[in-house]
């Protein structure tokens, strides 16, 4: 049995309780690894630990750190098959999807705010007439939390904890208790790539108990945050009080807008992706599906035929498409909302669980499609976070943009259309914090990322996280002439 540790001071440790929890294998069932039960004595020892290395980390030229962040993306690449084979195991996503996205994204988050962080300046503003300047310092908060969870493991939490390092914070960073290994891994590569003691410390464990200890933690001057909606509004009633920063990167229930000028077939091998990448664990993913009544027969024969023929496996197998959805919990709520969908519409392909072959134990789900008319149905409101999309036909550009926006979240939209006029009036009427035009998921790491409305708050990515994770100081200085 694999024993995960926490990662505290630069060592691995157990917890000090002594207590473990369970960690499955969703491709089969079983449990493969012991994960810590930490509490607030580990949390408490890691705060310690960061708490000790801010000052001296803070103080180290960005050089410096730059070149850490830059060694630790290249040795993430180096040791991409072993990050790939265990982050497949851990949350049930196929290896090759691993290799493709998660584990190279890892790499680059830490090697874009590696090379970002020499790019951040500080701003001057002259006042002439008044014979005075002020500069504006960004300095960093102290030590940090940064909350990650299970659909993008590695991903995720290097997106957090990159930016967080990179502008001189020390950081109490907790990933997902079901998908805790890659970030377990990744301190060996810390320690590798030189990254002083007590920077980065992982602690594992549950997210209403060792989270919860983060968040409320008053050392704490930051909390970073993505995962659901209800688990977003708790952790701000918690933090809020405390005066922390907080950034909250929460659900989506995304609207694909698809008028009949597109490009029929890029839409449609697109829509597939954007439909079912990674089981449909994306907050990304687009799970709406509206369509311009001209194209509407078409797209639904064509939608369905490509979906049924999309192959659900054992994702240590090549050539499947989708692998196990994260763990039993996580399947069975998926499974009780295609109950509730089939209720409120019409079923075109899937709706089951899947019994693979050699795999049965493991929580498969068939790629799922259902047609509503109206958006006021649960399965159009809530996020399910699976491999169900639903299909609904609109008549006019106005009905596309009400439907889409009809919904308590806007984190992001897909828009297929061929008409440039189109493109700019229907992207500035949607509510949503990211709106991609003939494309999905195409990410350039300079832009604002997060949602509106019960998507979140405050924007991820490029200056926008090294703003977050620092605190400006106005210095204002009077001259004489
Ligand atoms: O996420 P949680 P869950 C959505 C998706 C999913 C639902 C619930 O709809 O079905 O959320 O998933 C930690 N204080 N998304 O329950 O609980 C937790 O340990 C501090 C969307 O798995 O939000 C984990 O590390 N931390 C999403 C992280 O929060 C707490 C991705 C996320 O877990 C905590 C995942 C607490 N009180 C789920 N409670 C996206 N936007 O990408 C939990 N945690």
Redesign the pocket.
């Known amino acids: 049995m694999i024993k995960i540790q926490n990662y505290i001071n630069g060592e691995y440790c157990d917890p000090i309780s002594g207590q473990w929890l369970d960690n499955v294998d969703p491709s089969c069932g079983q449990v493969y690894a012991q994960i810590p039960n930490s509490d607030a004595q580990d949390v408490t020892n890691a705060y310690k630990a960061a708490k000790a290395a801010q000052a001296g980390w803070a103080a180290t030229s960005i050089d410096t750190r730059s070149a850490i962040l830059l060694k630790l993306a290249a040795l993430i690449e180096k040791n991409i098959d072993r990050l790939a084979t265990a982050e497949s195991r851990d949350n049930g996503k196929p290896i090759w999807l691993a290799k493709a996205v998660d584990i190279p994204r890892a790499a680059t988050n830490f090697r874009f705010f590696g090379n970002a962080i020499t790019q951040f300046a500080s701003e001057a503003h002259e006042n002439v007439g008044n014979n005075s300047i002020n500069f504006t310092l960004r300095e960093p908060l102290g030590v940090v939390g940064c909350?990650?969870?299970?659909?993008l493991p590695l991903y995720l939490f290097s997106w957090k904890v990159a930016p967080a390092i990179a502008a001189g914070n020390t950081v109490v960073a907790?990933?997902?208790?079901?998908t805790p290994m890659t970030a377990y891994l990744l301190g060996e590569l810390c320690t590798e790539a030189g990254l002083p003691k007590g920077v980065l410390n992982i602690v594992h464990g549950?997210?209403?108990q060792t989270?919860?200890e983060?968040?409320a933690h008053k050392g704490i001057k930051a909390i970073s945050?993505?995962?659901?909606?209800a688990?977003g509004a708790?952790?701000a009633k918690v933090a809020a009080p405390m005066f922390k920063k907080l950034s909250l990167?929460?659900?989506?229930k995304n609207p694909n807008l698809i008028f009949a000028d597109c490009d029929f077939d890029l839409m449609l091998k697109v829509t597939l992706k954007s439909s079912f990448a990674n089981q449909g664990q994306i907050?990304l993913c687009g799970s709406r599906i509206f369509v311009e009544a001209a194209i509407y027969d078409k797209f639904k024969s064509a939608f369905v035929e490509a979906v049924k023929k999309l192959s659900v496996g054992n994702p240590a197998e090549e050539g499947h498409n989708l692998g196990a959805v994260v763990s039993e919990v996580?399947m069975n709520?998926v499974l009780e909302y295609i109950e509730v969908a089939k209720q409120e519409g019409n079923l075109l392909c899937g709706g089951k669980r899947l019994i693979i072959e050699g795999s049965e134990g493991g929580f498969y789900i068939a790629p799922t499609v259902i047609e509503t008319t109206t958006t006021q149905c649960r399965i159009n409101q809530e996020?399910v976070?699976g491999p169900l999309v639903t299909i609904t036909k609109f008549e006019t550009e106005t009905e596309a943009i009400q439907m889409a926006n009809d919904v308590p979240y806007g984190l992001s939209s897909t828009v297929w259309t061929s008409n440039l006029d189109r493109t700019m009036r229907v992207s500035k009427q949607l509510e949503a914090g990211i709106v991609w035009v003939n494309t999905w998921l195409n990410r350039d790491l300079r832009t604002p990322f997060g949602g509106t409305k019960a998507s979140g708050v405050g924007r991820e990515g490029g200056l926008e996280a090294l703003r977050f994770f620092t605190e400006p100081k106005n210095i204002c200085i009077q001259y004489k002439n």
Do not use: A, D, Y
Not at 174 to 178: A, F, G, I, Q, W
Not at 225 to 229: L, W
């Open positions: 909350i990650s969870p299970w659909n907790k990933p997902s208790e079901v549950l997210g209403r989270g919860q983060i968040v945050f993505t995962g659901g909606t688990t708790h952790i990167e929460l659900g989506g907050c996580h709520k996020e976070f």
